[in-house]
């Protein structure tokens, strides 16, 4: 894997590089793949599929279009244990990306940072969810999440970050991960591994 051989140049990360190599996929349907990600916040994964699979159910247990989303009752969200903000911010979503044209193909055209500025105007899209969306539903290899918990919890292990000045800490981390561009992804892939595993 091409990428390996970048990262093995950070002697730290070097030591928690699995031979398993991790492979990027395109998802398609990205529009619901971000609303996905707003359902699964602040769930385990367990609890936010079993949401997941009660949201297809809805559908015929068919991803819906976007439209479809917006024209299903607020009632019928809650039913399969959304919080009302949580519906709200998948409405939200939905109209946005009405509103704005915004289809897989349009989002395989831009950059990462065009992407973000673009989908953090959503009321409900943080930073975090929109890097998660790049990493996993359009593979992109040059992202670091820099606010996610694993991550900052791996790296403070690592490297020895002290993780009292959050500020600090973040300038730490991405000092460290300009150095991994542009497989940032990977090493974000890795560390989460060692710090499950």
């Known amino acids: 894997m091409e990428y390996m051989s970048h990262l093995q140049k950070d002697k730290k990360l070097a030591s928690i590089l699995t031979q398993e190599p991790f492979v990027l996929k395109r998802k398609k349907n990205l529009p619901i793949r971000l609303m996905a990600s707003i359902m699964s916040q602040q769930l385990s994964t367990k609890v936010a ?23 299903t009752p607020n009632e019928a969200l809650r039913a399969i244990g959304l919080s009302n903000a949580k519906v709200g911010y998948i409405k939200n979503v939905a109209q946005f990306c009405i509103e704005h044209g915004i289809t897989d193909r349009k989002l395989a055209t831009m950059s990462n940072e065009s992407i973000i500025e673009l989908l953090v105007q959503i009321k409900g899209v943080g930073k975090w969810t929109v890097e998660m969306l790049l990493m996993f539903g359009l593979g992109r290899e040059d ?55």
């Open 49 to 71: 599929a079993v949401i997941y699979k009660r949201f297809l159910a809805l559908y015929d247990g068919k991803e819906p279009k976007v439209d479809a989303v917006l024209a």
């Open 143 to 197: 992202v670091f999440a820099v606010d996610d918990l694993g991550i900052q919890q791996a790296m403070c292990r690592l490297y020895k970050i002290d993780a009292t000045h959050k500020k600090t800490m973040q300038q730490m981390m991405l000092q460290r991960a300009q150095k991994w561009t542009p497989y940032q992804t990977y090493a974000c892939l890795h560390l989460w591994n060692w710090k499950d595993s």
